[in-house]
């Protein structure tokens, strides 16, 4: 990657953004997440099998927050088991 330095009026600093953005986005858009219905008990029980203690940890403190914030250093403790 190379970096370049440009003068950009004000009034269009939003535009060069957006534009910079789309010239680093990936070029293949990533794979979705398995819709609900392929979730199955059975693929849930394998990969929660995969999962380390670690991830298993900050995967219920995460489930346990129901949509609020939790602070990454609370994560971070979470996952270390502290």
Do not use: C, F
């Not at 009026?9 to 219905?37: G, H, S, W």
């Not at 029980?45 to 380390?52: I, M, N, Q, V, Y």
């Amino acid at each position: 990657m190379t970096r370049i330095a440009i003068d950009v009026p004000d009034n269009r600093i939003a535009e060069m953004y957006r534009y910079a953005a789309d010239l680093n986005a990936p070029d293949q858009p990533a794979p979705a997440a398995p819709a609900a219905a392929e979730w199955t008990e059975d693929v849930v029980r394998r990969a929660h099998s995969r999962l380390t203690g670690t991830e298993k940890r900050l995967l219920w403190r995460i489930a346990d927050a129901r949509g609020q914030r939790v602070p990454l250093s609370e994560l971070r403790r979470s996952g270390s088991g502290g």
